[in-house]
C-alpha cells in the first residue's frame, strides 16, 4: 500500500490548510514509521547474512510488534527484549505481545534495572551468549538506516506546497529524517511524546538543518499518559473525520497542532501537513488500561 495525504475537511481560521499523511496505511503491521526505519535495517541484516533479529521494547511496544511482522514477512526469527519481569505472566492479557508470539517473536524479560543495561557492550555480549548472532535493531528502531528510510516519507511535492510539517516524536529518528529531507523554507514542528527537555539534542546528533523546533506542551503528563479532555479530542477527531489516531503519539500531535491554530499560532494561508506515524494497535492496550479505571475508551478500536 502507498501513503496518501489527506484533507481536513472542516473550517480553519485565517485560510489554514491542514493534511494528515496517512503513513499508517503502508503495511497492516508493519505500520507507519516503522515500515520506514526497518526498511533500509532488514536490507542491511540480509547484505550481512543475519538471520535473527534481536530489539528491545515495552510491553506494548509499536515497535516491538513491527520487528515481529517484518521478521514474518522477510523470513527471519525474532526475539524482543521486554521491559519488565511481571509481565511474563500476563502475555494473554496484553494484545501486542499475543500477536508478536503469533508472528514468531521469542521473548526474554529482563528486570527495568537490567533493561538500563541495554546499551551496554556487557549486556549485548550477555544476549549473544544467550541467543547467538543476532541483528541488532535498537529500542524504538532509531540510528541511521532507519532515518535513511524516514528520508523517503517527503515527496517532491509536499516540500514544494507545505509551510509547516508535524510530527509526534519518540525517539527521533522520524522527525530526524523528515528534517533532513525537507525544504529548507519549510518549519518542522515536533511534538514530544515524553516528559522531559532533552529531545532536541538527540536529534541534533543527526541534522544540520535549523529549520525545526520540539513542542512538549502535549506530552500530557508523559509517555503513554493521557486525560479526559485529550480521549473526548480523539474520538471527536474520529467522528469527524473517520481518521483513527493512536493515544500515545500521532494523537498528541494532531491535538497540539489543532490547539495552536485555535491560538493564533500559524500565520494566515499557512498550510500544515502532519505526518501519521501509525501505531494504532497500541489503542487496545489504552483502552483495556482506561476501562480498568472506569475512564472514557477510544469508540474506534482497531480490530
Known amino acids: 500500500m502507498e501513503s496518501f495525504n489527506q484533507q481536513i475537511e472542516l473550517?480553519?481560521?485565517?485560510?489554514?490548510?491542514?493534511?494528515?499523511?496517512?503513513?499508517?496505511?503502508?503495511?497492516?503491521?508493519?505500520?507507519?514509521?516503522?515500515?520506514?526505519?526497518?526498511?533500509?535495517?532488514?536490507?542491511?541484516?540480509?547484505?550481512?547474512g543475519d538471520t535473527t533479529l534481536l530489539t528491545f521494547g515495552g510491553a506494548f511496544s509499536n515497535h516491538i510488534l513491527a520487528v515481529a511482522g517484518a521478521g514474518a514477512e522477510f523470513g527471519?526469527?525474532?526475539?524482543?527484549?521486554?521491559?519488565?519481569?511481571?509481565?511474563?505472566?500476563?502475555?494473554?492479557?496484553?494484545?501486542?505481545?499475543?500477536?508478536?508470539?503469533?508472528?514468531?517473536?521469542?521473548?526474554?524479560?529482563?528486570?527495568?534495572?537490567?533493561y538500563r543495561d541495554k546499551e551496554d557492550a556487557d549486556f549485548i555480549s550477555h544476549l549473544n551468549e544467550k541467543f547467538g548472532n543476532f541483528y541488532l535493531v535498537p529500542e524504538g528502531g532509531t540510528n541511521k538506516l532507519a532515518?535513511?528510510?524516514?528520508?523517503?516519507?517527503?515527496?517532491?511535492?509536499?516540500?514544494?506546497?507545505?509551510?509547516?510539517?508535524?510530527?509526534?516524536?519518540?525517539?527521533?529518528?522520524?522527525?530526524?529524517?523528515?528534517i533532513n529531507s525537507s525544504n529548507e523554507k519549510q518549519q518542522l514542528i515536533g511534538f514530544s511524546s515524553l516528559k522531559g527537555a532533552f529531545l532536541s539534542d538527540v536529534i541534533r546528533n543527526f541534522v544540520v538543518k535549523t529549520n525545526w523546533s520540539v513542542n512538549d506542551a502535549y506530552h500530557f503528563g508523559g509517555y503513554g499518559k493521557v486525560n479526559d479532555e485529550f480521549i473526548q479530542f480523539l474520538n471527536s477527531f474520529y467522528s469527524q473525520t473517520a481518521i483513527p489516531l493512536d493515544p500515545v503519539y500521532?494523537?498528541?500531535?494532531?491535538f497540539?497542532?489543532?490547539?495552536?491554530?485555535?491560538?493564533?499560532?500559524?500565520?494566515?494561508?499557512?498550510?500544515?501537513?502532519?505526518?501519521?506515524?501509525?501505531?494504532?494497535?497500541?489503542?487496545?492496550?489504552?483502552?483495556?488500561?482506561?476501562?480498568?479505571?472506569?475512564?472514557?475508551?477510544?469508540?474506534?478500536?482497531?480490530?
Open 11 to 48: 473550517d480553519f481560521p485565517n485560510g489554514i490548510q491542514l493534511f494528515i499523511k496517512r503513513e499508517d496505511l503502508l503495511h497492516p503491521i508493519i505500520s507507519g514509521n516503522k515500515f520506514r526505519k526497518l526498511k533500509y535495517n532488514i536490507a542491511e541484516a540480509k547484505k550481512l
Open 76 to 114: 527471519f526469527k525474532t526475539i524482543g527484549v521486554i521491559r519488565g519481569e511481571e509481565i511474563e505472566s500476563k502475555i494473554a492479557e496484553n494484545p501486542t505481545l499475543v500477536q508478536a508470539q503469533k508472528l514468531g517473536m521469542q521473548f526474554y524479560f529482563v528486570s527495568r534495572e537490567m
Open 147 to 178: 532515518i535513511k528510510g524516514c528520508e523517503e516519507i517527503l515527496t517532491s511535492e509536499d516540500k514544494a506546497y507545505f509551510t509547516h510539517i508535524a510530527c509526534a516524536v519518540g525517539t527521533g529518528g522520524t522527525f530526524s529524517g523528515l
Open 250 to 254: 500521532t494523537g498528541k500531535m494532531v
Open 256 to 303: 497540539g497542532i489543532w490547539n495552536l491554530i485555535h491560538n493564533g499560532y500559524f500565520s494566515k494561508n499557512s498550510k500544515i501537513l502532519m505526518i501519521h506515524t501509525g501505531g494504532l494497535q497500541g489503542i487496545k492496550g489504552m483502552n483495556f488500561a482506561l476501562q480498568k479505571k472506569n475512564k472514557e475508551i477510544l469508540q474506534y478500536d482497531k480490530n
